[in-house]
């Protein structure tokens, strides 16, 4: 069974970076979205980025301009460069796969949310950050 592979969390102060890494990302359909979710206690889930296999990206509303999504064909990953890091993005992370005809097909639906998670099949199993004021 396929699986993801994220990592690259850790604790950091405001204004400070990281970057997650998803292993096993890429490929795992001969086209697809990877997409990163986010999930903070007490809150509903957030997709804070996707990219498709052909390079197009989305991000959310609140990490626009911080965050970066890319992905590496050779290493079989996507990355999520994130800086500027506030408390607010503190969350446990998550990478997780399908097919461009799925989502392509269902996304509209879903709208590019919380929802948007029940159309990913494949996960990581999630990488903790946590952004200190």
């Known amino acids: 069974q396929v699986q993801l592979v994220d990592s690259g969390g850790g604790s950091v102060q405001a204004g400070g970076s990281l970057r997650l890494s998803c292993a096993g990302a890429?490929?795992?359909?001969?086209?697809?979205?990877v997409g990163w979710f986010r999930q903070a206690p007490g809150n509903e889930c957030e997709l804070v980025s996707m990219i498709r296999s052909d390079g197009s990206t989305y991000y959310g509303n609140s990490v626009k301009g911080r965050f970066t999504i890319s992905q590496d064909n050779a290493k079989n990953a996507v990355y999520l460069e994130m800086s500027s890091l506030k408390p607010e993005d503190t969350a446990v992370y998550y990478c997780?796969?399908?097919?461009?005809?799925?989502?392509?097909?269902?996304?509209?639906?879903?709208?590019?949310?919380?929802?948007?998670?029940?159309?990913?099949?494949?996960w990581g199993q999630g990488t903790q950050v946590t952004v200190s004021s």
């Open positions: 997780a796969a399908d097919s461009t005809s799925r989502l392509s097909r269902l996304l509209p639906e879903t709208g590019y949310d919380c929802p948007a998670a029940t159309l990913f099949g494949i």
């Open positions: 890429r490929y795992t359909y001969s086209s697809q979205y």
